[in-house]
């Protein structure tokens, strides 16, 4: 027993040391800019940057649309297969890890080839098109993140019940996912949103081979010309995503408790 | 009989081959409070489902104050139903799932705030409005569930199993508060149970229902004295049943285990020679010879159960066992196993199962 705990904690010290050390490697990098001295000279540089405020906020509006999107498009389809459709549970759990097995490179190449601006669907013809089809596409890529978080909610409530309770009392569909199936999976959908958010923020492929002005290809063109300011930018992009998943651990405490319990 | 409020005509409910409710045919009454009773799988919560509108019938026609609703959305019915798993909103708190149905109808606020308050107070929950289902015990759940049924004035109110995930002392207040609100508002009400000690104490009509059809309808006091079929006789309470032959058709002498037992204007048609179960329920029959008796059997003492305030005695008679009660008395010892009894019963009592 006493020699599983030891190995435990060498696994676990093991572990953390090699999450650990790169990032504290990084973070004593960037603060290394001014000579002989440890400063937040490479954060200032950064934020201070009118690229990085624009690429930032162009990522972040995007990922609001993406999660809007995801949330649209995946909380009826989840709550449909489950409600009705049970048996097409599988096909649909397939299709939405399909982003995860096929590269980003491929998703957009195809994206290209059938929105290009001869098409029928000419997305790339304009500005507007453009982002919306990166929209489209950050929306494919977070696909797996956001039905397994949608669906692992509707998993903990009695979804045809619920269905039912409501529709019993002269609810429609609208009304049923807005104030009754929503509200009960909304730290699920949150999750999913911030795990889209993370993904999104930090995603260079499509942005990059859309030519969009995103954070992730001002991250790359940052690394391939400067020393402490990538560093200090793969710093700031850690502390998003990590403050994204303390925020779902935060919310996963609000989650409304199952009304089901013995009596 | 007044005009049904409720009309349950031919329904049929099939999934491909498998017909679940076949041919089911009703008659509710305005105010009326009617149980289906029935063991697992025999379609009662099937019908419940179509007259809700969640299962739309293979055939037949459900009609409701003179209108045809068989093919109406269940948002379009204006039909209340309690749930067995509660079915309360989470997300919501009491008073919230109470106005969740007047909020849908569009009611003004201050109507909704007030008919939500009066619920409350129907239930005797008052206090309860801000706590969220979880806070709650199940019986409490349940009496939410209840005053959210009935919050938008349904035309008939649906009860599905709803005492069935309760301990049973909260069961009984609970369905005796159930029948009680049920009275007070003359509410058409429909009460699926599995339980007949349940359906037997709070309906005005039971329909006992067996493989999809309803093998008999009538009131708690024909259902339990005079059971239609076999079916119904052994379901609906404790059942001694004792095979016979018909000796003399038409005198009505029936032979149990070489005695005889007069049962005339009971064999419906049985001829001479035919053999027929014979039912008694353990309160028609006695230890001893009882006045008003006029059927006696013997046989022999073969199980005593002390139960309290009831002795409960099985008597053995040729290949027959007849279980009767009786009630414990301090002075006098219970009867010994293997003790030869005389067991008797009025024939008026005995049921001729068909």
Not at chain 1, 37 to 42: D, G, H, I, L, Q
Not at chain 1, 123 to 132: E, H, P
Not at chain 2, 167 to 191: M, N, P, W, Y
Request: charged fraction near 15%.
């Amino acid at each position: 027993m006493k020699s599983g705990k030891f190995w435990a904690w060498v696994t676990f010290i093991l572990g953390a040391a090699y999450f650990f050390i790169p990032l504290i490697a990084t973070l004593e990098f960037s603060m290394r800019m001014k000579r002989g001295e440890y400063s937040f000279e490479a954060y200032r540089v950064v934020l201070g940057d009118a690229r990085f405020q624009e690429s930032f906020t162009f990522s972040v509006v995007a990922a609001i649309f993406t999660i809007i999107l995801g949330v649209l498009l995946v909380v009826p389809t989840a709550y449909w297969i489950r409600l009705r459709l049970p048996q097409l549970r599988p096909v649909v759990e397939f299709v939405t890890l399909l982003p995860l097995v096929i590269p980003a490179i491929v998703i957009v190449f195809g994206y290209i080839r059938m929105y290009g601006s001869s098409s029928p669907l000419p997305f790339l013809a304009s500005g507007f098109g453009t982002n919306a089809l990166l929209v489209i596409g950050y929306a494919t890529l977070a696909l797996p993140y956001m039905y397994r978080a949608v669906d692992t909610g509707l998993r903990t409530i009695d979804v045809r019940t619920l269905t039912e309770a409501a529709q019993i009392l002269g609810a429609g569909w609208t009304t049923i996912i807005g104030r009754v199936i929503l509200p009960n999976v909304l730290i699920a959908v949150l999750s999913g949103a911030f795990l889209t958010f993370a993904i999104v923020i930090g995603e260079f492929t499509v942005a990059s081979l859309l030519n969009r002005p995103a954070f992730g290809p001002y991250l790359q063109n940052m690394g391939a010309n400067r020393a402490y300011e990538p560093a200090a930018l793969a710093i700031i992009a850690f502390a998003i995503t990590w403050g994204c998943m303390s925020l779902i651990q935060v919310l996963s405490r609000f989650a409304p408790k199952s009304a089901s319990r013995p009596n | 009989m007044a005009e049904p409020f409720l009309s349950i005509q031919h329904v049929r409910k099939s999934y491909g081959a498998n017909t679940v409710v076949q041919d089911f045919s009703l008659d509710v009454e305005p105010g009326e409070f009617v149980s289906f009773l029935g063991p697992s799988g025999c379609g009662k919560t099937t019908v419940l489902r179509m007259v809700a509108g969640f299962e739309e019938p293979s055939a037949g026609k459900i009609v409701v104050g003179g209108k045809d609703i068989t093919r109406l959305k269940p948002n379009q019915r204006n039909v209340g139903m309690v749930f067995q798993a509660y079915a309360l909103f989470p997300n919501l708190t009491v008073a919230q799932n109470i106005a969740f149905g007047l909020k849908v109808a569009g009611m003004p606020k201050p109507d909704t705030d007030r008919r939500v308050a009066e619920m409350l107070d129907m239930i005797k929950l008052p206090q309860m409005a801000d706590r969220y289902p979880y806070q709650l015990s199940g019986g409490q759940q349940q009496r939410i569930a209840l005053a959210r049924a009935i919050a938008p004035k349904p035309k008939l109110l649906l009860l599905d199993e709803p005492l069935s995930a309760l301990d049973a002392k909260v069961r009984v207040s609970l369905r005796e508060e159930i029948r009680s609100i049920q009275k007070k508002l003359g509410i058409t009400t429909i009460f699926v149970t599995h339980d007949q000690e349940e359906a037997l104490s709070i309906s005005d009509r039971i329909a006992v229902m067996y493989g999809g059809k309803a093998e008999q309808v009538g009131t708690p006091f024909e259902i339990y004295n005079r059971p239609a079929t076999k079916f119904v006789a052994n379901f609906v309470g404790t059942l001694n049943v004792l095979e016979g032959k018909v000796t003399d058709a038409s005198t009505g002498k029936v032979q149990v285990n070489a005695q005889e037992v007069s049962l005339k204007g009971k064999l419906n048609g049985s001829k001479s020679g035919d053999t027929l179960s014979l039912a008694l329920r353990p309160e028609a029959i006695s230890l001893a010879r009882q006045p008003g008796h006029d059927t006696s059997l013997s046989g022999e003492i073969a199980e005593v159960h002390f139960l309290g305030s009831v002795i409960r005695v099985r008597v053995g008679i040729g290949g027959n066992t007849v279980s009767l009660d009786t009630f414990n008395n301090s002075t006098t010892p219970p009867p010994v196993v293997g003790d030869k009894a005389d067991i008797s019963f009025s024939s008026g009592d005995m049921l001729v199962l068909h």
